[in-house]
Nanobody, 123 residues
Framework: QVQLVESGGGLVQAGDSLTLSCAAS????????MAWFRQAPGQDRDFVAF????????HYGDVSKGRFTISRDIAKNTVYLQMKSLYPEDTSVYYC????????????????WGQGTQVTVSS
């Protein structure tokens, strides 16, 4: 079992930066691939980025558009999402997820999810 708690969301202005955190607890965090997804009201949950268990490799979805950076601190059991040059269309609930197997860019690739943190970008 892995428990995930996101934090760092809030209200920002267009062009601002924001860093989200995901604190993990439970067993064998270092074994899990970690990811961020986001979901706007009435929309599907979209893949943002994932980082491999060892932190060596990352992969980004189209929504990141080169503005987001995922990282992890294994010693702190924490995953981060640095977001720069935010646009109003980045407004979403951002979810952290942990998974072991399968396609890391889709929802079914993850077994554990956090409750989400709201990011609102005003124009």
């Amino acid at each position: 079992q892995v428990q995930l708690v996101e934090s760092g969301g809030g209200l920002v202005q267009a062009g601002d930066s924001l860093t989200l955190s995901c604190a993990a607890s439970g067993q064998n965090f270092a074994n899990y691939r970690m990811a961020w997804f986001r979901q706007a009201p009435g929309q599907d949950r979209d893949f943002v980025a994932f980082i491999t268990a060892n932190g060596v490799s990352t992969h980004y979805g189209d929504v990141s558009k080169g503005r987001f950076t995922i990282s992890r601190d294994i010693a702190k059991n924490t995953v981060y999402l640095q977001m720069k040059s935010l646009y109003p269309e980045d407004t979403s609930v951002y979810y952290c997820a942990a998974g072991l197997l399968g396609d890391g860019t889709v929802l079914r690739g993850y077994s554990y999810w956090g409750q989400g943190t709201q990011v609102t970008v005003s124009s």
